[in-house]
């Protein structure tokens, strides 16, 4: 059995891990926070651009453009999103495996030519180990989500996909359900599904639905209805019937874009804002677990005391008797 000594020293180490843990689940707390304003800020943005495409698309649903066209796939571009730290549970982890089981099926059927463009350390880090084709390093994103810099992103991998250097492009990161719940994603970013786009996160608007030609009966029912705005004050809706200029075509190719912009961007936001929330979590666990063995040293700590105590006792009783 450990003297008292020792367990008060194990006590004091407890107590030190249990204020770490506390502080740091305080300051995911906070950073979770903004992540979410962050969020909230983008969504009208969001909205707008996809009621738009929805209209566009019920007026004239054979509209393409080179983004939204597949093609046999010989060379496949991975987007990664982790964070730079640990301390999160299994958040970094779970993303890990989910790239090599994408990269191991993918060399399962013969296609060898995969670019990884990692967003976080760890994933960087993880993919220059395993020899992967790391194209650059965005760490800073991990860190400080940069709309500028998920532009240049998106265009890069645009430009390589309308050149046919690449002739698929997947997002794989952790969207944002709730501070307890984080879903492990994989999308395809290039060639874009509309359809499968404008279905997605239905959490954050309940009345999206899918572009699709049952979308022209959609907005001849919904035409007339009146909306809301945040403060309860009535807006007037939307006027679908749009006149394009030049052509359907030139506009989409325009507006499609945009869609990817803001794709990628979405999935860094919710990326940050998952890995906050893991964090969250797995330091609450951690302080609960410090309680926990706190109560269990304390009460052997008390229990060791007390036997010290009789047994002093029994020896002074003992030597008085002899006496």
């Known amino acids: 059995m450990p003297s008292l000594k020792e367990i008060k020293g194990r006590i004091a180490s407890v107590n030190s891990t249990r204020k770490i843990t506390s502080a740091m689940k305080m300051v995911a707390s906070s950073k979770l926070h903004h992540a979410q304003v962050a969020i909230q800020n983008m969504l009208p943005y969001e909205t707008m651009l996809e009621h738009i495409l929805k209209s566009f698309l019920a007026a004239e649903a054979d509209s393409q453009t080179i983004y939204d066209q597949e ?5 496949v571009a991975l ?23 994408i990269v191991d099926e993918y060399r399962e059927q013969g296609i060898d030519g995969i670019e990884v463009y990692p967003v976080g350390r760890k994933v960087f880090e993880k993919a220059k ?15 400080k989500p940069n709309v500028r810099q998920c532009i240049d992103i998106a265009m890069e991998l645009g430009e390589k996909f309308r050149t046919g250097r690449i002739d698929k492009v997947e997002l794989v990161y952790h969207h944002f359900k709730s501070a307890g719940s ?41 035409r007339k209805k009146k909306k809301v705005n945040a ?3 009535e807006v007037p809706p939307l006027n679908d019937n ?15 874009p945009k869609l990817a912009h803001l794709m990628l961007y979405t999935a860094l936001l919710d990326s940050v804002a998952s890995e906050h929330a893991a964090r969250m979590v797995a ?27 009789t047994s002093e006792l029994l020896d002074i009783v003992g030597g008085s008797v002899n006496n």
Request: aromatic share 6%; with cysteine.
């Open 79 to 101: 987007v990664v999103f982790s964070s730079n730290s640990s301390l999160c549970g299994g958040f970094n982890a779970n993303i890990i495996k989910r790239m090599q089981h």
């Open 129 to 143: 180990k395993l020899g992967y084709d790391v194209q650059g390093e965005f760490s800073a994103l991990a860190d």
């Open 242 to 256: 749009f006149i394009v200029e030049p052509d359907m075509d030139s506009v989409l190719s325009q507006l499609i």
């Open 283 to 309: 330091m609450q666990t951690a302080t609960d677990n410090a309680d926990e063995l706190l109560r269990q040293l304390n009460l052997q700590y008390n229990k060791s005391r007390q036997q010290a105590i």
């Open 71 to 75: 093609r046999p796939v010989h060379r």
């Open 182 to 222: 984080q879903v492990l994603t994989r999308k395809t970013f290039l060639p874009i599904d509309i359809a499968e786009e404008l279905e997605r996160d239905h959490e954050r608007d309940l009345t999206s639905i899918a572009a699709t030609k049952e979308s022209q009966e959609y907005l001849k029912r919904n």
């Open 231 to 233: 403060q309860g004050e």
